[in-house]
C-alpha cells in the first residue's frame, strides 16, 4: 500500500528542466509520506512524471516504483497503490503465454496484463487498487481505480495536462495549483457530507476517478471508461445453494486477502463481522500467532448509554471471542483529550471535515496499531452488502424520500443563518444527487417494497458504503497501515446484491443469511449478537471541549465560518445539544458530532486558506 502522484502535459517538455521537476516530484512524494516510508521512486519524461511513497508488503526487495518494463523497444512505466489478491491465477496465465518475470510483487503483474491484454485487463483483476500507467509509444496515461472505491485517486485538469496524487494535499504541492472552494463545496459539505457525490473533489476543479472506472489520457483530451457497476440479475439459487455460495466467498475472500510478506492482524470489535474475518484469519495461520485490536474509550463502562441502535458495549463479546480464539489481543482506548485532538489530525489526514469523532478515533486508533502492524484486515462493508440497516426493514426509515441515513435536511441547518440556508438550498442539492444517483440503476418490475429495498441495497454501497471506505484508507493510511477489506470483494457484491430480502433478513434477524452462513466459525453468542456500530465516547468531558472549541470559534470575528453561522442558534445548541440536535448522518451522528462536524470545518477553512463564496 502506497501513495502515488505526478503530472501529464502535452504542452511541456519536463525534460527541458530535469531538476526542477524531479524537485517537485520530490516535494509531492514527501506530502504522502505517511502512506509509505519505505521507499521513494520517481519517474519522469517529456510529457509526464511519476513519484511513489512505499509501504513495502509483498515484495519487500524487489517491488520498489515506479516500475518500468520495455516489450520490443517499447517502454511502460506504473505507479501503484494497492494489493491485487488473484496474482497468482494471472501470473499463471501470462507465463503460459511465455512472460517472463523478474520479481515476485503485484506490481508487476498488473503492468505485464496491461501489455498482453491491452487497457480492458483491469476487469480481470481482484484488489483494492489506485494506479496509473504510461505507455511511452502511443504517448498516454491511464489512471485506474478499484470497483468500489476503497484507494483514492484523485485528478487535477489543467490547459494541456493533468495532475493527479492518491490525496489532494500532493496535487496543492504542484506549483501554481491552489486549494478554493466554490458553493458546491459547502452544499457537498452542508448537504451531504460527510459523505460526497462520486467523482466530486470538495475543492474547485479537483476530481476523483469514479470506482469502477479508468481514464485514458492523450493530447486530445480524456475519455471516461466504466468497467464494472452494480447490476440487478435475477437470483436463481434456492436458500440452501444461496448459503453455501456465501459461505464459499466470504471464506474465500479473507483467505485471498491474507497475503502478505509481513504479519497481518484484524481488528476485533465483538461485532458479527470483524469476528467473522478474525475466526477465518486465525484458522487461515494455523496456530501462528495473530495480533488482534479492539477499540474503546476511557470510561464508557462507566457512561455508557444504551439505546435501539447501540443496545450493549462491546468489550464481553471480544472476550467471549479470545476465550476460542487465543489471538494476541490488545485493548485500545481514547481518552476525551486525545479524542478531541484528533478531530483536526482527522482534517489533515482527509484534506476535510469527515466523521467527526468517528473519523478521529479511528486515525487515532490506528496510530497505536501501525506500531505493531502494517496490514490489518477489517469486517467493515458487510452491512452494506448484506443488509444490516435500519432503514432496509424499518418503515419510518426506509420510506424516506432521499438519502435514508441523511433525509432530514432540518437537522443540518440547525446552526445556520436564513441568508446562508436559502443560499445552499441543501434539501434540493441532496434530493438531487439522490435522484440522480437512482435514475442509474436498472431494475426490473416488481413489487414497490422490494424495489425500494434493492435501491437503498444500491445506495449503501454507492454511498454509504464509499464514506465509510474513504475514512478507512485515510484513518489507517496516515500511520501507514494497510486497511482490508474483505467483505468488499466485487465477487461477494455481483452474488449478494440481487438475493431476495427474504433470503437476506430471516425471523426478523438483519443479516441472517450472512449469520447462517458461518455459524460454524463462531461462538453462538456472536453468531446470535444484534448489530452494534462502531463504538463511540459518551464522556460528558468530550462534549465539554466541544461546547469550548465552539463557542470560542463564534466569539473571534475571524473564524471562516462565522458568516453562515446564527450564532443566537449556536449558543443555544452549545447549552442543549443533545436536546436540539437529531441524528444528521447515520445512526448516532448527532448534537455532539454536529458540533464537532463545524469545529472540522473551520479548522478546514483555515488550513487551507479558504474563502467562502
Same mark, same amino acid.
Given at each position: 500500500?502506497?501513495?502515488?502522484?505526478?503530472?501529464?502535459?502535452?504542452?511541456?517538455?519536463?525534460?527541458?528542466?530535469?531538476?526542477?521537476?524531479?524537485?517537485?516530484?520530490?516535494?509531492?512524494?514527501?506530502?504522502?509520506?505517511?502512506?509509505?516510508?519505505?521507499?521513494?521512486?520517481?519517474?519522469?519524461?517529456?510529457?509526464?512524471?511519476?513519484?511513489?511513497?512505499?509501504?513495502?508488503?509483498?515484495?519487500?526487495?524487489?517491488?520498489?516504483?515506479?516500475?518500468?518494463?520495455?516489450? &520490443?523497444?517499447?517502454?511502460?512505466?506504473?505507479?501503484? /497503490?494497492?494489493?491485487?489478491?488473484?496474482?497468482?491465477?494471472?501470473?499463471?496465465?501470462?507465463?503460459?503465454?511465455?512472460?517472463?518475470?523478474?520479481?515476485?510483487?503485484?506490481?508487476?503483474?498488473?503492468?505485464?496484463?496491461?501489455?498482453?491484454?491491452?487497457?480492458?485487463?483491469?476487469?480481470?483483476?481482484?484488489?483494492?487498487?489506485?494506479?496509473?500507467?504510461?505507455?511511452?509509444?502511443?504517448?498516454?496515461?491511464?489512471?485506474?481505480?478499484?470497483?468500489?472505491?476503497?484507494?483514492?485517486?484523485?485528478?487535477?485538469?489543467?490547459?494541456?495536462?493533468?495532475?493527479?496524487?492518491?490525496?489532494?494535499?500532493?496535487?496543492?504541492?504542484?506549483?501554481?495549483?491552489?486549494?478554493?472552494?466554490?458553493?458546491?463545496?459547502?452544499?457537498?459539505?452542508?448537504?451531504?457530507?460527510?459523505?460526497?457525490?462520486?467523482?466530486? &473533489?470538495?475543492?474547485?476543479?479537483?476530481?476523483?476517478?469514479?470506482?469502477?472506472?479508468?481514464?485514458?489520457? /492523450?493530447?486530445?483530451?480524456?475519455?471516461?471508461?466504466?468497467?464494472?457497476?452494480?447490476?440487478?440479475?435475477?437470483?436463481?439459487?434456492?436458500?440452501?445453494?444461496?448459503?453455501?455460495?456465501?459461505?464459499?466467498?466470504?471464506?474465500?475472500?479473507?483467505?485471498?486477502?491474507?497475503?502478505?510478506?509481513?504479519?497481518?492482524?484484524?481488528?476485533?470489535?465483538?461485532?458479527?463481522?470483524? &469476528?467473522?474475518?478474525?475466526?477465518?484469519?486465525?484458522?487461515?495461520?494455523?496456530?501462528?500467532?495473530?495480533?488482534?485490536? &479492539?477499540?474503546?474509550?476511557?470510561?464508557?463502562?462507566?457512561?455508557?448509554?444504551?439505546?435501539?441502535?447501540?443496545?450493549?458495549?462491546?468489550?464481553?463479546?471480544?472476550?467471549?471471542?479470545?476465550?476460542?480464539?487465543?489471538?494476541?489481543?490488545?485493548?485500545?482506548?481514547?481518552?476525551?483529550?486525545?479524542?478531541?485532538?484528533?478531530?483536526?489530525?482527522?482534517?489533515?489526514?482527509?484534506?476535510?471535515?469527515?466523521?467527526?469523532?468517528?473519523?478521529?478515533?479511528? *486515525?487515532?486508533?490506528?496510530?497505536?496499531?501501525?506500531?505493531?502492524?502494517?496490514?490489518?484486515?477489517?469486517?467493515?462493508?458487510?452491512?452494506?452488502?448484506?443488509?444490516?440497516?435500519?432503514?432496509?426493514?424499518?418503515?419510518? *426509515?426506509?420510506?424516506?424520500?432521499?438519502?435514508?441515513?441523511?433525509?432530514?435536511?432540518?437537522?443540518?441547518?440547525?446552526?445556520?443563518?436564513?441568508?446562508?440556508?436559502?443560499?445552499?438550498?441543501?434539501?434540493?442539492?441532496?434530493?438531487?444527487?439522490?435522484?440522480?444517483?437512482?435514475?442509474?440503476?436498472?431494475?426490473?418490475?416488481?413489487?414497490?417494497?422490494?424495489?425500494?429495498?434493492?435501491?437503498?441495497?444500491?445506495? /449503501?454501497?454507492?454511498?454509504?458504503?464509499?464514506?465509510?471506505?474513504?475514512?478507512?484508507?485515510?484513518?489507517?493510511?496516515?500511520?501507514?497501515?494497510?486497511?482490508?477489506?474483505?467483505?468488499?470483494?466485487?465477487?461477494?457484491?455481483?452474488?449478494?446484491?440481487?438475493?431476495?430480502?427474504?433470503?437476506?433478513?430471516?425471523?426478523?434477524?438483519?443479516?441472517?443469511?450472512?449469520?447462517?452462513?458461518?455459524?460454524?466459525?463462531?461462538?453462538?453468542?456472536?453468531?446470535?449478537?444484534?448489530?452494534?456500530?462502531?463504538?463511540?465516547?459518551?464522556?460528558?468531558?468530550?462534549?465539554?471541549?466541544?461546547?469550548?472549541? *465552539?463557542?470560542?470559534?463564534?466569539?473571534?470575528?475571524?473564524?471562516?465560518?462565522?458568516?453562515?453561522?446564527?450564532?443566537?442558534?449556536?449558543?443555544?445548541?452549545?447549552?442543549?445539544?443533545?436536546?436540539?440536535?437529531?441524528?444528521?448522518?447515520?445512526?448516532?451522528?448527532?448534537?455532539?458530532?454536529?458540533?464537532?462536524?463545524?469545529?472540522?470545518?473551520?479548522?478546514?477553512?483555515?488550513?487551507?486558506?479558504?474563502?467562502?463564496?
Amino acid at each position: 500500500m502506497c501513495g502515488i502522484a505526478g503530472f501529464c502535459n502535452y504542452g511541456k517538455n519536463f525534460l527541458s528542466d530535469t531538476v526542477r521537476n524531479l524537485n517537485i516530484l520530490d516535494d509531492m512524494s514527501k506530502s504522502l509520506a505517511h502512506r509509505g516510508h519505505d521507499n521513494f521512486g520517481k519517474y519522469l519524461k517529456e510529457n509526464c512524471g511519476f513519484c511513489h511513497s512505499r509501504l513495502s508488503i509483498r515484495d519487500i526487495e524487489g517491488g520498489n516504483q515506479p516500475m518500468l518494463r520495455n516489450v &520490443s523497444g517499447r517502454e511502460y512505466a506504473i505507479c501503484y /497503490n494497492g494489493e491485487i489478491y488473484n496474482t497468482d491465477e494471472i501470473k499463471k496465465d501470462l507465463e503460459s503465454l511465455g512472460v517472463q518475470f523478474t520479481t515476485s510483487s503485484d506490481t508487476e503483474i498488473i503492468l505485464a496484463a496491461f501489455i498482453e491484454y491491452g487497457p480492458e485487463f483491469v476487469d480481470m483483476l481482484n484488489g483494492i487498487f489506485a494506479f496509473t500507467i504510461w505507455d511511452d509509444a502511443t504517448k498516454q496515461l491511464y489512471l485506474y481505480r478499484d470497483r468500489v472505491g476503497v484507494k483514492p485517486l484523485f485528478y487535477y485538469p489543467t490547459k494541456d495536462g493533468l495532475i493527479f496524487a492518491s490525496e489532494p494535499k500532493a496535487i496543492f504541492v504542484y506549483p501554481g495549483i491552489s486549494p478554493e472552494i466554490n458553493l458546491q463545496s459547502m452544499q457537498e459539505l452542508l448537504g451531504i457530507g460527510p459523505a460526497k457525490t462520486p467523482g466530486l &473533489s470538495l475543492f474547485k476543479n479537483m476530481r476523483e476517478v469514479l470506482p469502477g472506472h479508468y481514464l485514458i489520457f /492523450n493530447e486530445y483530451g480524456f475519455c471516461d471508461k466504466k468497467y464494472w457497476d452494480i447490476v440487478y440479475h435475477e437470483h436463481k439459487d434456492n436458500y440452501e445453494t444461496t448459503v453455501d455460495t456465501v459461505s464459499f466467498l466470504v471464506r474465500d475472500s479473507v483467505k485471498k486477502q491474507m497475503v502478505s510478506d509481513v504479519p497481518v492482524c484484524t481488528f476485533l470489535s465483538g461485532g458479527l463481522d470483524s &469476528s467473522i474475518v478474525t475466526s477465518l484469519a486465525y484458522n487461515y495461520l494455523n496456530g501462528k500467532e495473530l495480533n488482534t485490536f &479492539s477499540f474503546d474509550f476511557d470510561e464508557n463502562d462507566k457512561y455508557f448509554t444504551s439505546n435501539s441502535f447501540q443496545p450493549e458495549q462491546d468489550a464481553p463479546y471480544v472476550n467471549i471471542m479470545l476465550e476460542r480464539f487465543h489471538t494476541n489481543h490488545e485493548y485500545l482506548k481514547c481518552n476525551e483529550k486525545q479524542l478531541f485532538n484528533s478531530l483536526f489530525d482527522s482534517v489533515i489526514a482527509k484534506d476535510a471535515p469527515g466523521m467527526a469523532d468517528v473519523d478521529a478515533s479511528l *486515525l487515532f486508533f490506528c496510530s497505536l496499531v501501525a506500531s505493531k502492524n502494517k496490514v490489518a484486515l477489517t469486517g467493515e462493508c458487510a452491512d452494506e452488502i448484506f443488509g444490516g440497516y435500519p432503514w432496509l426493514y424499518r418503515p419510518e *426509515l426506509m420510506n424516506k424520500n432521499g438519502f435514508p441515513w441523511s433525509a432530514d435536511s432540518e437537522a443540518r441547518t440547525v446552526l445556520l443563518n436564513s441568508e446562508w440556508i436559502n443560499k445552499l438550498e441543501l434539501q434540493d442539492y441532496s434530493y438531487d444527487a439522490y435522484k440522480t444517483s437512482l435514475s442509474k440503476l436498472d431494475l426490473p418490475p416488481m413489487d414497490s417494497t422490494e424495489k425500494r429495498r434493492y435501491e437503498i441495497g444500491y445506495l /449503501n454501497i454507492k454511498w454509504f458504503m464509499q464514506t465509510l471506505l474513504d475514512r478507512m484508507d485515510r484513518a489507517s493510511m496516515h500511520s501507514g497501515l494497510e486497511a482490508r477489506v474483505p467483505f468488499a470483494d466485487h465477487r461477494i457484491i455481483d452474488y449478494v446484491y440481487s438475493i431476495p430480502w427474504n433470503m437476506k433478513y430471516q425471523n426478523g434477524v438483519e443479516k441472517s443469511l450472512l449469520r447462517n452462513a458461518t455459524l460454524d466459525l463462531l461462538p453462538a453468542k456472536l453468531s446470535h449478537r444484534k448489530k452494534s456500530p462502531y463504538p463511540k465516547t459518551y464522556h460528558p468531558g468530550y462534549e465539554a471541549l466541544l461546547k469550548e472549541a *465552539l463557542t470560542q470559534i463564534i466569539s473571534d470575528t475571524s473564524s471562516p465560518i462565522l458568516p453562515m453561522l446564527d450564532i443566537e442558534k449556536v449558543k443555544a445548541f452549545i447549552q442543549a445539544p443533545k436536546e436540539l440536535g437529531k441524528p444528521w448522518y447515520g445512526q448516532l451522528m448527532a448534537g455532539p458530532q454536529l458540533m464537532a462536524y463545524y469545529i472540522q470545518l473551520n479548522y478546514w477553512m483555515l488550513r487551507y486558506n479558504l474563502v467562502l463564496p
